[in-house]
């Protein structure tokens, strides 16, 4: 915290912090980093500067290590052709999807594109569904030099295999169907009320010149009638499904209420004895559309199902026997072919290394913290990630068999269907069986002591009493709480993992990537103080090897002036040895720095200057920020999971101030089980992971949280996708979840007083349709009223932390 | 007092002709974005203007 109060200078462009180190002045404004300079100086060059004045926070930091052949599988037009949505001989249009779109700098940036480049013609953004469709001349730009452009200007187009355009526009038809639904509800609704008014005042007895109230109850019937069978069809549609499968579920009692209430109303309006309750019946359908439509509100930008596909690249660099490179779809691989991996991308398919340095990162596949050195000849698995320059490699197996195409589909990972659960899905149940049974015991009171109402009696009941209040409640209590999750991070597949949460009795959290930073290390050094030239000396020769380790002391040791040694030796597995002005210099495993064996820990690393050894840098994964407080308040079971080996322990179980289960060396099938053991011993069990490797976990559990650092990034099939910097907010989400339970059983007493007071009116046979005009109404709107306040309330007690706690 | 039917008659009419602009409107896409046509409008042609002149 501390450094945040010495060093406020924020980048002109991302608005981030600036590290004093790597700050960059340009026009008498300061950037963090060089890709933001370079960003800021093309739009200044063009004079879209305006793009700043817009928004606050506009700028999107870039990565300006950006590698040129990034998007080199777009210069093979089969790939292109996916992109392109229009062609013809004047222009090309193509669609790309960019996650970073988020506010309205974005949108004018984006639709401003000609005038950085006069080949492009101009380029139109659908805001909702990140998408930009950018139009140009193919003659002097290529599908490739879009997709550069835009990610020169921090817009880097997102490309997986998973991009489903089939999905996408289904989710969008149906969409529109539920706004004209609820339209049509809404309208029908409204003129109902209207048409009632005369019923309502009790005008038939006024009605003497001829105008009949019958004319308005025969409007009312009309209008009815697409509230019934358009916008209540869903109601039908899902109770007879249910209905099929021998199971009732919440939509049956609706549909019976509706039934009995249309069916009434039709039998008053034609025999003349009254208005009927056809304002309750739309009324109720139009709420509960519209509570339904508030719930399932989507993120388009979040995908929870995501295919394994979409974690590797669409195209992969071949190179033929003439040494050309060129790029072809992953799947059209086949086994003999040499293909091409830059820095940092991911290995799609299984090879033998012939060519390069190979440091394969497995941590998303295996949890494994440190890169693996791979010897020329030596096979490497698809899904680890090259870190170490450009390297060549024979296909031993295509695509579609890898190893990880293999382990993802394992029997133990396919997707179980879980059980959900659903506190009001048991108290709706209860409510319904009671309502029947005082529907029945009026029907026969009334059938014994006068007939005529008896029928009335029975279906007052059904109509007042149908179980509507407490679906409503549910329906918009969630549907607010969902939107206060995502708006603090924790976005959530559906509503019923919000009530599942409150039941969770143990938490399992994964270690590499979760709780820690994926790629960084916490350095300590230990032993005789350093004076700055010897220090410098080790900072080199940490810098010129390639270990793990050794670039994670450099790292830390902040080698930045480009010093390096003549003479330095790498002897592999054991450390690395230095002479400079004939002083030898000695780093690595305590054994080969000091020929003692005394120290055991191999997180450690030694140094020795002339065969004195000076002290040990200890190398650690780093926390995440206010992870051990995060733990410390969980008032579960913790259990701690990891693919790492177990050396950290000691280190891990020092910073934790509670008792936890770690469990080290866990393969992704170890995690299945272990979830799978906890849960019978009737354990709701929430898993909290962010790889690969916790994959089958996550969906063994009954709720899986993957933990990500941005929305674009890929992760495993989860129920919910919790930002990584929200991760210290952990248990205020849980805190939450168990509030909203509580909103619940308020708003469900609530709707129950209201219910009492219209079931005793029905019982007694006391029911008029005024009664009911205002009953229905009042009790809807003070439920909506009383979640929104409770929700309101909620977020500030859970959330409204920032001022305190400055996390 | 008949004249109310009349009116009734016509008001519906006119509120079913609003109601098909709604389903119109939300079938061709209307409703689909939200953010960009209202922002659009709130941007300066700067350029453009300067070009003119």
């Given at each position: 915290?501390?450094?945040?109060?010495?060093?406020?200078?924020?980048?002109?462009?991302?608005?981030?912090?600036?590290?004093?180190?790597?700050?960059?002045?340009?026009?008498?404004?300061?950037?963090?980093?060089?890709?933001?300079?370079?960003?800021?100086?093309?739009?200044?060059?063009?004079?879209?500067?305006?793009?700043?004045?817009?928004?606050?926070?506009?700028?999107?930091?870039?990565?300006?290590?950006?590698?040129?052949?990034?998007?080199?599988?777009?210069?093979?037009?089969?790939?292109?052709?996916?992109?392109?949505?229009?062609?013809?001989?004047?222009?090309?249009?193509?669609?790309?999807?960019?996650?970073?779109?988020?506010?309205?700098?974005?949108?004018?940036?984006?639709?401003?594109?000609?005038?950085?480049?006069?080949?492009?013609?101009?380029?139109?953004?659908?805001?909702?569904?990140?998408?930009?469709?950018?139009?140009?001349?193919?003659?002097?730009?290529?599908?490739?030099?879009?997709?550069?452009?835009?990610?020169?200007?921090?817009?880097?187009?997102?490309?997986?295999?998973?991009?489903?355009?089939?999905?996408?526009k289904k989710n969008k038809v149906l969409s529109r169907k539920s706004i004209i639904k609820i339209g049509v509800a809404g309208f029908c609704f409204a003129n109902i009320m209207m048409l009632s008014f005369p019923e309502y005042l009790g005008l038939e007895v006024m009605a003497k010149d001829g105008l009949s109230v019958e004319v308005f109850r025969w409007f009312n019937l009309f209008l009815s009638l697409p509230v019934l069978l358009y916008s209540g069809r869903?109601?039908?549609?899902?109770?007879?499904?249910?209905?099929?499968?021998?199971?009732?579920?919440?939509?049956?009692?609706?549909?019976?209420?509706?039934?009995?209430?249309?069916?009434?109303?039709?039998?008053?309006?034609?025999?003349?004895?009254?208005?009927?309750?056809?304002?309750?019946?739309?009324?109720?359908?139009?709420?509960?559309?519209?509570?339904?439509?508030?719930?399932?509100?989507?993120?388009?930008?979040?995908?929870?199902?995501?295919?394994?596909?979409?974690?590797?690249?669409?195209?992969?660099?071949?190179?033929?026997?003439?040494?050309?490179?060129?790029?072809?779809?992953?799947?059209?691989?086949?086994?003999?072919?040499?293909?091409?991996?830059?820095?940092?991308?991911?290995?799609?398919?299984?090879?033998?290394?012939?060519?390069?340095?190979?440091?394969?990162?497995?941590?998303?596949?295996?949890?494994?913290?440190?890169?693996?050195?791979?010897?020329?000849?030596?096979?490497?698995?698809?899904?680890?990630?090259?870190?170490?320059?450009?390297?060549?490699?024979?296909?031993?197996?295509?695509?579609?068999?890898?190893?990880?195409?293999?382990?993802?589909?394992?029997?133990?990972?396919?997707?179980?269907?879980?059980?959900?659960?659903?506190?009001?899905?048991?108290?709706?149940?209860?409510?319904?069986?009671?309502?029947?049974?005082?529907?029945?015991?009026?029907?026969?009171?009334?059938?014994?002591?006068?007939?005529?109402?008896?029928?009335?009696?029975?279906?007052?009941?059904?109509?007042?009493?149908?179980?509507?209040?407490?679906?409503?409640?549910?329906?918009?209590?969630?549907?607010?709480?969902?939107?206060?999750?995502?708006?603090?991070?924790?976005?959530?597949?559906?509503?019923?993992?919000?009530?599942?949460?409150?039941?969770?009795?143990?938490?399992?959290?994964?270690?590499?990537?979760?709780?820690?930073?994926?790629?960084?290390?916490?350095?300590?050094?230990?032993?005789?103080?350093?004076?700055?030239?010897?220090?410098?000396?080790?900072?080199?020769?940490?810098?010129?090897?390639?270990?793990?380790?050794?670039?994670?002391?450099?790292?830390?040791?902040?080698?930045?002036?480009?010093?390096?040694?003549?003479?330095?030796?790498?002897?592999?597995?054991?450390?690395?040895?230095?002479?400079?002005?004939?002083?030898?210099?000695?780093?690595?495993?305590?054994?080969?720095?000091?020929?003692?064996?005394?120290?055991?820990?191999?997180?450690?690393?030694?140094?020795?200057?002339?065969?004195?050894?000076?002290?040990?840098?200890?190398?650690?994964?780093?926390?995440?920020?206010?992870?051990?407080?995060?733990?410390?308040?969980?008032?579960?079971?913790?259990?701690?999971?990891?693919?790492?080996?177990?050396?950290?322990?000691?280190?891990?179980?020092?910073?934790?101030?509670?008792?936890?289960?770690?469990?080290?060396?866990?393969?992704?099938?170890?995690?299945?089980?272990?979830?799978?053991?906890?849960?019978?011993?009737?354990?709701?069990?929430?898993?909290?992971?962010?790889?690969?490797?916790?994959?089958?976990?996550?969906?063994?559990?009954?709720?899986?949280?993957?933990?990500?650092?941005?929305?674009?990034?890929?992760?495993?099939?989860?129920?919910?996708?919790?930002?990584?910097?929200?991760?210290?907010?952990?248990?205020?989400?849980?805190?939450?979840?168990?509030?909203?339970?509580?909103?619940?059983?308020?708003?469900?007493?609530?709707?129950?007083?209201?219910?009492?007071?219209?079931?005793?009116?029905?019982?007694?046979?006391?029911?008029?349709?005024?009664?009911?005009?205002?009953?229905?109404?009042?009790?809807?709107?003070?439920?909506?009223?009383?979640?929104?306040?409770?929700?309101?309330?909620?977020?500030?007690?859970?959330?409204?932390?920032?001022?305190?706690?400055?996390? | 007092?008949?004249?109310?039917?009349?009116?009734?008659?016509?008001?519906?009419?006119?509120?079913?002709?609003?109601?098909?602009?709604?389903?119109?409107?939300?079938?061709?896409?209307?409703?689909?974005?939200?953010?960009?046509?209202?922002?659009?409008?709130?941007?300066?042609?700067?350029?453009?203007?300067?070009?003119?002149?």
């Amino acid at each position: 915290m501390s450094q945040t109060i010495l060093n406020t200078t924020r980048c002109f462009h991302c608005n981030d912090l600036c590290e004093p180190a790597d700050l960059l002045v340009f026009d008498s404004k300061k950037f963090c980093c060089s890709g933001c300079k370079t960003v800021y100086q093309i739009l200044n060059k063009n004079t879209l500067c305006d793009y700043y004045t817009f928004n606050d926070v506009a700028g999107i930091k870039v990565n300006s290590s950006m590698d040129t052949h990034k998007f080199a599988f777009l210069d093979n037009p089969v790939i292109a052709a996916k992109f392109v949505t229009f062609a013809n001989q004047q222009q090309t249009a193509v669609k790309f999807y960019l996650p970073q779109i988020h506010c309205s700098s974005c949108l004018w940036l984006l639709e401003n594109l000609h005038k950085i480049n006069s080949a492009i013609f101009f380029s139109s953004v659908n805001f909702p569904d990140k998408e930009v469709t950018v139009h140009f001349n193919q003659f002097k730009l290529s599908v490739r030099e879009v997709a550069e452009l835009l990610a020169s200007i921090g817009y880097e187009p997102h490309v997986a295999l998973d991009i489903n355009q089939a999905s996408i526009k289904k989710n969008k038809v149906l969409s529109r169907k539920s706004i004209i639904k609820i339209g049509v509800a809404g309208f029908c609704f409204a003129n109902i009320m209207m048409l009632s008014f005369p019923e309502y005042l009790g005008l038939e007895v006024m009605a003497k010149d001829g105008l009949s109230v019958e004319v308005f109850r025969w409007f009312n019937l009309f209008l009815s009638l697409p509230v019934l069978l358009y916008s209540g069809r869903e109601f039908f549609v899902n109770s007879w499904f249910g209905f099929k499968q021998k199971m009732l579920n919440i939509d049956a009692p609706i549909a019976l209420a509706l039934v009995v209430t249309f069916s009434r109303s039709i039998y008053e309006i034609v025999l003349q004895t009254g208005g009927g309750y056809l304002d309750s019946m739309s009324g109720i359908i139009f709420f509960m559309l519209l509570g339904r439509a508030f719930q399932t509100k989507t993120f388009a930008d979040l995908k929870f199902n995501r295919d394994f596909t979409s974690y590797f690249p669409i195209a992969v660099c071949k190179v033929s026997d003439t040494n050309e490179e060129y790029y072809l779809p992953v799947n059209e691989v086949k086994v003999d072919d040499n293909i091409r991996i830059r820095n940092n991308e991911v290995i799609p398919v299984d090879g033998i290394l012939v060519k390069g340095k190979a440091d394969i990162d497995y941590s998303f596949v295996t949890g494994e913290n440190e890169t693996t050195r791979v010897k020329i000849g030596d096979i490497i698995y698809a899904g680890g990630k090259q870190t170490n320059g450009v390297i060549d490699l024979l296909v031993v197996q295509p695509f579609s068999q890898n190893n990880f195409t293999r382990l993802w589909n394992n029997e133990a990972f396919k997707k179980e269907e879980k059980n959900g659960y659903s506190f009001t899905g048991v108290i709706s149940n209860y409510f319904a069986a009671f309502v029947f049974v005082i529907a029945f015991a009026a029907f026969t009171y009334w059938i014994n002591v006068l007939p005529v109402n008896a029928w009335n009696a029975m279906t007052a009941v059904l109509i007042v009493a149908c179980p509507c209040a407490l679906l409503l409640t549910t329906t918009f209590t969630q549907g607010f709480l969902m939107n206060i999750f995502s708006k603090n991070g924790l976005y959530l597949k559906n509503a019923n993992i919000l009530q599942t949460i409150p039941f969770v009795k143990h938490i399992v959290f994964d270690k590499t990537g979760t709780l820690t930073y994926p790629n960084m290390s916490s350095v300590k050094y230990t032993g005789d103080k350093l004076d700055p030239h010897t220090e410098k000396i080790f900072a080199a020769m940490f810098a010129q090897s390639l270990h793990p380790l050794s670039k994670s002391i450099a790292r830390s040791l902040n080698h930045v002036d480009g010093y390096t040694l003549q003479n330095v030796k790498e002897v592999t597995g054991k450390g690395l040895e230095a002479w400079e002005n004939d002083v030898h210099y000695k780093a690595g495993s305590a054994s080969f720095v000091s020929n003692a064996d005394e120290y055991k820990n191999d997180s450690q690393v030694w140094i020795a200057v002339n065969d004195i050894v000076l002290g040990n840098y200890a190398v650690n994964n780093l926390l995440r920020k206010h992870i051990e407080t995060m733990i410390f308040d969980l008032p579960y079971p913790v259990s701690v999971l990891s693919g790492d080996n177990s050396r950290s322990e000691q280190y891990l179980t020092s910073l934790f101030n509670r008792k936890i289960d770690f469990l080290f060396q866990q393969s992704p099938l170890d995690k299945l089980h272990y979830i799978g053991s906890l849960q019978q011993n009737s354990n709701i069990v929430m898993m909290v992971g962010d790889g690969l490797n916790d994959a089958g976990a996550l969906s063994k559990s009954n709720i899986g949280i993957a933990v990500v650092d941005n929305t674009i990034q890929f992760s495993p099939a989860s129920d919910g996708i919790l930002l990584a910097s929200k991760l210290p907010y952990f248990y205020h989400f849980i805190k939450a979840a168990i509030y909203s339970k509580k909103l619940i059983t308020l708003t469900f007493i609530i709707s129950l007083v209201y219910n009492v007071f219209g079931i005793y009116l029905s019982v007694t046979a006391q029911m008029s349709p005024l009664v009911a005009a205002i009953l229905m109404p009042l009790s809807t709107s003070s439920i909506v009223l009383t979640t929104l306040v409770g929700s309101i309330i909620i977020e500030k007690k859970c959330f409204n932390i920032h001022h305190s706690t400055n996390y | 007092m008949n004249v109310i039917i009349l009116l009734l008659a016509v008001s519906l009419t006119v509120a079913i002709g609003f109601l098909i602009a709604f389903i119109w409107g939300a079938q061709s896409g209307q409703f689909d974005d939200n953010f960009s046509p209202a922002n659009k409008i709130l941007f300066d042609h700067k350029n453009t203007e300067q070009k003119n002149q």
